[in-house]
C-alpha cells in the first residue's frame, strides 16, 4: 500500500546547466521503472531548469529548504509559494545540515514543516540521531522527541503529503551505513510514533525513507526491509548511473 520514493538531495552542487545535462542522462535510464516515485531535491537557482528538463517524465522536482513566512523582510530566504511558482512539488525540510551549520531547530522545523504543507508542497521530513546518542542508547527516544516536536500541530489530512527521512547523522556523507537491521527498526519505531499520534492507518501509509549513504550497492538491502520504503540519496545522487540503480533496485 506504500509507494517506494527515492529521492535525491543534491545539496550546494550542480548549476541550471549541469541540471539539464544530469536529466537528459536520468530519464531514459530510468524510463518505464514506475513502481516508485522519484523525485530529485536541488539548489533552488537549479528547480527551473529542472522542471524544464524532467517535464514529460516521472521525475520530480524539490528545494532543500523554505521559508516559514510567506512574504517580508527576510533577506536569501525563499518561501513556499516562490518555490510553487517555479514548478517545485517537494521540499527537503529539517536536513541534518541545516541542524548542524545553519541553527536548525525543531521548532523551526515545526514552523518550516506547516508553513509548506499549508502551502501546498509536498515535505521529505528529516529525523535521526547523532553517533552519541546512539552509542548511549537513546536513538529511539531522539527520534520520537523531533517526530513529536516537527509534526506539531500537523494534521491527519496533511499527513498524506509528508515523508519522513530516517537520516542517522552518522551516516550521512562519511560512507558509514546503517545496517539494514538498524534503518528497519529505527523506521520501525518512526511508525509507531506516528500510529501514536495519527492512528494506525495513517502510521501504515506514511512513506519513511531510509537516508545516510545509501549507494547503488548497498541500496537492494536496505530497500527490502518491510519499514523502509525509499530513500533520500545525497552522494550517490549526482551520478546518473548510481541514482538510476537505486530507483531499479526500488521497482524489484
Ligand atoms: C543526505 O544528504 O540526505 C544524505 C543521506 O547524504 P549521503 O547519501 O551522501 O550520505
Known amino acids: 500500500m506504500r509507494r517506494y520514493v527515492i529521492a ?11 541540471t539539464r545535462a544530469f536529466a537528459e542522462a536520468l530519464a531514459p535510464k530510468i524510463a518505464g521503472k514506475d ?12 528547480i527551473a531548469a529542472a522542471v524544464e528538463a524532467t517535464r514529460g517524465t516521472r521525475i520530480r522536482v524539490g528545494a532543500q529548504n523554505v521559508h516559514y513566512e510567506p512574504k517580508g523582510a527576510y533577506t536569501g530566504e525563499i518561501s513556499a509559494e516562490m518555490l510553487l511558482a517555479v514548478g517545485a512539488e517537494y521540499v ?3 536536513h541534518s545540515e541545516r541542524r548542524t551549520y ?24 528529516c529525523v535521526g540521531e ?14 520520537r522527541m523531533q517526530i513529536k516536536l516537527d509534526l506539531a500541530g500537523v494534521t491527519a489530512e496533511e499527513m498524506k503529503n509528508v515523508i519522513i527521512a530516517y537520516e542517522p547523522v552518522w551516516a550521512i556523507g562519511t560512507g558509514l551505513t546503517a545496517t539494514p537491521e538498524q534503518a528497519d527498526e529505527t523506521c520501525g519505531v518512526i ?14 501509509a506514511t512513506v519513511i525513507q531510509y537516508g545516510g549513504s545509501m549507494n547503488e550497492k548497498n541500496a537492494a538491502d536496505l530497500l527490502g526491509k518491510e519499514n523502509v520504503d525509499g530513500g533520500l540519496i545525497g552522494g550517490a545522487s549526482l551520478k546518473p548511473d548510481a541514482f538510476a540503480v537505486i530507483v531499479e533496485a526500488a521497482n524489484a
Do not use: H
Not at 114 to 123: E, N, P, Y
Not at 131 to 142: A, C, M, N, P, Y
Open 92 to 94: 527537503i525540510i529539517g
Open 35 to 46: 513502481g516508485c516515485d522519484v523525485v530529485l531535491c536541488v539548489p533552488f537557482v537549479d
Open 8 to 18: 535525491g538531495n543534491w545539496k550546494m552542487n550542480n548549476t541550471p546547466d549541469a
Open 191 to 204: 511508525r509507531r510514533v506516528l500510529g501514536e499520534l495519527y492512528g494506525a492507518e495513517i502510521a501504515g
Open 102 to 125: 545553519f541553527g536548525e531547530t525543531d521548532a523551526t522545523v515545526n514552523l518550516r514543516t506547516k508553513a509548506a504543507l499549508a502551502a501546498g508542497l509536498k515535505v521529505i521530513l
Open 130 to 143: 547523532v553517533k552519541e546518542q546512539r552509542l548511549s542508547g537513546i536513538t529511539d527516544e531522539v527520534v
